[in-house]
């Protein structure tokens, strides 16, 4: 007998085959009332997989008692219930080293976008307006300029590599120096702020980095920098940093992640010079197909009592 799974979120179509060829299946896109999950269903689940985004709650599993195992599809696991899963010994793993990259190239392509008005300038030619009023204003360059990366992980080391390719110096902070890192660690996160001309967030969500970026770090970015995020909303003072943008005290924000999502704060959308996207960092085929296959190959590993591939924790 196929053992039960139950999985919330949207998973790619290879992900979900594979699911339904290896489990019993059972899906909620979005995280069910506790008491929505059928009683006869809820006592046979051995397995959750879960998109980051998602996570899981304490009160879901307290409502599985044959939980054995909870399978993280992304990297972030600050939505899931950690301590309710660790009272229980369950492991949790997720899929990391994959999505660095992906995410990566997003932040540079939001980079990119804000400095040389890329979203603007198609808005631009296709309202007949190049015709009419002539070329736009000028952009920013990115060569030459100050990269500042909050969290050198897999995803704010590929960011820092591939600023590294456009010329620009490459600045960073995290939770201690890094050895065998060719960029420069600065240790106050508001300094690293001040000389950074664009200030690329890539560090974990949860408590421990909850408005990491404040008042004084946004301030600090100043109104010629670019604040650029695809971490968690979390980290980010959201209102601190509408506030900068409409005192003029913030130059940029390319932003995809929200504190809210996915209803973010429409007075966003009210300025030029923000860009937003849909938290979808990792938004490939190609990545999302293989974050899910590991994902499930953690939960195959459980099952046939083998080591977990990437457990984050037990």
């Given at each position: 007998?196929?053992?039960?799974?139950?999985?919330?979120?949207?998973?790619?179509?290879?992900?979900?085959?594979?699911?339904?060829?290896?489990?019993?299946?059972?899906?909620?896109?979005?995280?069910?009332?506790?008491?929505?999950?059928?009683?006869?269903?809820?006592?046979?689940?051995?397995?959750?997989?879960?998109?980051?985004?998602?996570?899981?709650t304490?009160?879901?599993?307290?409502?599985?008692?044959?939980?054995?195992?909870?399978?993280?599809f992304?990297?972030?696991?600050?939505?899931?219930?950690?301590?309710?899963a660790?009272?229980?010994?369950?492991?949790?793993?997720?899929?990391?080293?994959?999505?660095?990259?992906?995410?990566?190239?997003l932040?540079?392509?939001?980079?990119l976008?804000?400095?040389?008005?890329?979203?603007?300038?198609?808005h631009?030619?296709?309202?007949?307006?190049?015709?009419?009023?002539?070329?736009?204003?000028?952009?920013?360059?990115?060569?030459?300029k100050?990269?500042?990366?909050?969290?050198?992980?897999?995803?704010?080391?590929?960011?820092?590599?591939?600023?590294?390719?456009?010329?620009m110096r490459v600045?960073?902070?995290a939770?201690?120096?890094?050895?065998?890192?060719?960029?420069?660690?600065?240790?106050?996160?508001?300094?690293?702020?001040?000389?950074?001309?664009?200030?690329?967030?890539?560090?974990?969500?949860?408590?421990?980095?909850?408005?990491?970026?404040?008042?004084?770090?946004?301030?600090a970015?100043?109104?010629?920098?670019?604040?650029?995020?695809?971490?968690?909303?979390?980290?980010?003072?959201?209102?601190?940093?509408?506030?900068?943008?409409?005192?003029?005290?913030?130059?940029?924000?390319?932003?995809?992640?929200?504190?809210?999502?996915?209803?973010?704060?429409?007075?966003?959308?009210?300025?030029?010079?923000?860009?937003?996207?849909?938290?979808?960092?990792?938004?490939?085929?190609?990545?999302?197909?293989?974050?899910?296959?590991?994902?499930?190959?953690?939960?195959?590993?459980?099952?046939?009592?083998?080591?977990?591939?990437?457990?984050?924790?037990?």
């Open positions: 007998m196929k053992p039960d799974i139950l999985y919330f979120g949207a998973f790619p179509d290879a992900t979900v085959a594979e699911l339904n060829r290896r489990y019993s299946v059972h899906h909620y896109f979005n995280l069910p009332k506790p008491d929505d999950i059928p009683p006869d269903i809820a006592i046979r689940v051995r397995a959750i997989a879960t998109e980051a985004n998602r996570g899981l304490r009160a879901i599993l307290d409502k599985l008692p044959n939980v054995e195992v909870i399978s993280v992304g990297v972030g696991i600050d939505a899931v219930d950690l301590k309710a660790q009272e229980r010994g369950i492991p949790v793993t997720n899929t990391p080293d994959i999505i660095g990259p992906e995410v990566a190239d932040a540079i392509g939001l980079m976008a804000s400095a040389r008005q890329i979203i603007f300038a198609d631009y030619a296709r309202s007949g307006a190049w015709a009419k009023k002539g070329p736009i204003s000028l952009g920013r360059s990115v060569a030459n100050t990269c500042g990366v909050i969290g050198l992980g897999g995803i704010g080391r590929a960011i820092a590599d591939r600023a590294t390719a456009f010329r600045l960073y902070n939770t201690r120096e890094k050895k065998n890192v060719p960029y420069i660690f600065v240790g106050d996160v508001v300094e690293l702020a001040r000389q950074s001309d664009f200030l690329m967030i890539a560090c974990k969500g949860g408590p421990e980095t909850r408005h990491l970026v404040s008042r004084a770090v946004i301030d970015v100043g109104p010629n920098g670019t604040l650029i995020n695809v971490a968690r909303g979390s980290v980010v003072d959201e209102e601190a940093m509408i506030d900068a943008l409409t005192h003029k005290r913030l130059g940029f924000a390319a932003l995809d992640v929200f504190e809210s999502e996915p209803n973010f704060d429409q007075r966003l959308l009210d300025f030029p010079n923000v860009i937003v996207q849909p938290h979808h960092g990792t938004a490939a085929i190609e990545t999302r197909t293989a974050m899910g296959q590991l994902m499930i190959d953690n939960i195959v590993a459980h099952f046939e009592k083998r080591p977990l591939l990437t457990p984050v924790a037990a």
